[in-house]
Each structure stands twice: as structure tokens, then as C-alpha cells.
């Protein structure tokens, strides 16, 4: 166990110092591998409590600077790969599994010059159907971009208040645009004071950079010993809330819950409820992005992973259908 629990030390030391890592970025002719993954070394295991598997990818590249996905955003057959450097991945691929029309680009603008990797430290994203703008949450600047479809050009920024004293490293992990039009970010690691179990939350009205988008709090508590780093919206309008954690023993392993913040109230606490675990002997990895999306009447959840540069890690695209257990009676 030596040797797995040093290169776990490792990988959560920076490579120089995080303030002064210079960022590397995403050529453009590098082919991209897609190798299929097992859920199981048993061929049989195919499901992980709510979650069904259908079938996943290994993805690579020769290029250093590929992998590190922080956030995944699906539209139909088009995919959206966000890594927390900035670096943007983006192929087509449909039920057969195989990427294809591969196109890699790179953030048009961000909190700095974009120069040090802290600059670019993407880690989620929410999309608008109807327009195709696309929004992204920083750490390091607690700040959320807002770019035009297609990530040609940056178009507003801000830095909520509300999130001023966000941890550096555990800042707006999680944000999804729902199909109201409202806003939901999570902090990965801010505790609401007197609530040490829960992560502080905000709910935008509507788009959080435009002026005078002042949210409001509620608190979101995860699985014990886990924090959030993505979430979804559901067909009912419940949340999918993709949670990780870190241990020398076993390395990084998720949870996935269930929460409900329809009508969430100022300073209510949601609490998610735990309907599936990615450890051993599954396959896990350091999952970061989960997207939800539809086919016929089957509900797709994909998780994606980020790597963190390190050999040992894995950029892993996963596909499950979602068997949702029935809505809890109110009251209970």
C-alpha cells in the first residue's frame, strides 16, 4: 500500500507552487483515444445502486495538456468537456459510443491574464438551451464568466458578494442553470456558520452576472465525509448531486444524491439523499462532472473525471441510465 498512498500525497501537491503553475493549452491537431471501460472486472456487475451501466470511455491524448475535465455539459449528440484549466474539449458521438467531429479550444477570457493555471481554474458550467450561452463558476477568484455559444467571445463577469468568502480551493464547484431560468451554485467546501455538515448555496433568479442578481442562501448538506462538485437538474426538477471524496485508502470515490430544492426558502438546508456509490471494486475515479440528459423515456446521467495530470488517474466518460427510487411522502 506504500506506493499507491505516495503518489497520493503527490497529487495533492502542486507541481511548482498553485499560484505560479504556468497553464498549458490544448493544441489542435492531436487525435483523441476513446478506449471502452468495464464497470466491474466482473462483466455481469453492471449496475451501482440507482445507477445502470451502459457503457463508458477512457479518453486520451498526446497532448500534455488534455484531460483534467471539471465539468461536462451534452446537448442531443454534441458534448462539451471542461477542463479546470480552461481547456475545452468537444466531439459528437451517439448511441454506438465513438467520438467523433473532435474540436479542442480554449477559454476566449477569464479571471487574469489566463497565463498561471489559478487564472483558469474552471470548474463549472451551466448552458441555456434557447440561446447557447454557456456560464462558467471559477475557484481561486470566485467569479462567474458568461461567454456566447460556442465560447467565441467572454461577454459579462462577476464576483457575487455572496461568494467573497468562499474557500480558494473550494469555491463555485457546482452551478447548473435550471429550466426555469434560475441559478443553482454550490460551494465544494464553505460551511453555513452553526451548520458544519452543510455546504453554503445560492439561488440566482435568473442569469448571476447580470447587475443586481442578488441570490439567495440556502445550505446543502451531502453524504457524510463527501463534498459537492457538480449537479443536474432532473425531468421532475429534482437535483442530481454528483459528491466526492478523498482517502489515502481507496483514493477518490463519489456518491451520488438525490435533493430537492424546488421552492427552497432563505437559509433552508436541503439534504441529499444517497442513491448510489462509485468505489472499489467499481471502477471510480476523481469524478467531477455529471450531466443529465433524455432518451425516450429513459433518464442518462454521465459522470465525467478529472485525471489531475497524474498517470495513476484517468479521464473517464461513464454513461448509466437512472432508476430513481419513488419521492420520499412528505412529512418523512
Do not use: C
Not at 214 to 220: D, H, Q
Amino acid at each position: 500500500m506504500r506506493f499507491p498512498l505516495l503518489l497520493s500525497v503527490l497529487a495533492l501537491l502542486p507541481l511548482s507552487t498553485s499560484d505560479e503553475q504556468v497553464r498549458q493549452v490544448l493544441g489542435h491537431t492531436a487525435p483523441m483515444r476513446a478506449t471502452p471501460v468495464a464497470l466491474s472486472a466482473d462483466p455481469a456487475v453492471r449496475r451501482a445502486g440507482a445507477l445502470v451501466y451502459l457503457g463508458g470511455l477512457r479518453l486520451s491524448s498526446e497532448d500534455r495538456a488534455f484531460g483534467g475535465f471539471s465539468a461536462i455539459q451534452v446537448d442531443g449528440d454534441r458534448f462539451t468537456l471542461l477542463s479546470d484549466a480552461g481547456n475545452i474539449v468537444r466531439f459528437r458521438m451517439g448511441a454506438d459510443l465513438r467520438p467523433h467531429a473532435l474540436a479542442y479550444g480554449d477559454l476566449p477570457g477569464g479571471p487574469g491574464t489566463g497565463w498561471r493555471k489559478r487564472q483558469r481554474d474552471s470548474e463549472s458550467l451551466a448552458r441555456d438551451p434557447a440561446t447557447g450561452r454557456l456560464w462558467v463558476g471559477f475557484e481561486n477568484h470566485n467569479a462567474i464568466w458568461r461567454y456566447d455559444d460556442g465560447f467565441a467571445h467572454a461577454e459579462r463577469q462577476a464576483n457575487p458578494r455572496e461568494m467573497a468568502d468562499w474557500p480558494v480551493a473550494g469555491g463555485p464547484e457546482a452551478m447548473v442553470r435550471l429550466r426555469s431560468g434560475a441559478f443553482l451554485v454550490i460551494s465544494e467546501t464553505a460551511r453555513p456558520k452553526g451548520k458544519p455538515k452543510a455546504r453554503e448555496a445560492l439561488r440566482f433568479a435568473g442569469d448571476p452576472t447580470e447587475p443586481g442578481s442578488a441570490p439567495l442562501r440556502f445550505a446543502y448538506v451531502p453524504p457524510a465525509g463527501y463534498n459537492p462538485v457538480d449537479l443536474a437538474e432532473l425531468p421532475d426538477g429534482r437535483l442530481l448531486v454528483l459528491n466526492r471524496d478523498f482517502r489515502p485508502v481507496g483514493l477518490f470515490t463519489a456518491k451520488l444524491a438525490l435533493a430537492d430544492a424546488r421552492g427552497v426558502k432563505q437559509g433552508a438546508v436541503v439534504q441529499g439523499r444517497e442513491i448510489a456509490t462509485l468505489a472499489g471494486p467499481l471502477l471510480h475515479d476523481n469524478f467531477e462532472g455529471i450531466a443529465v440528459t433524455r432518451e425516450g423515456n429513459e433518464t442518462i446521467a454521465w459522470i465525467v473525471s478529472d485525471d489531475n495530470s497524474q498517470f495513476w488517474e484517468a479521464s473517464l466518460l461513464l454513461k448509466f441510465r437512472l432508476e430513481l427510487p419513488p419521492e420520499p411522502e412528505k412529512g418523512n
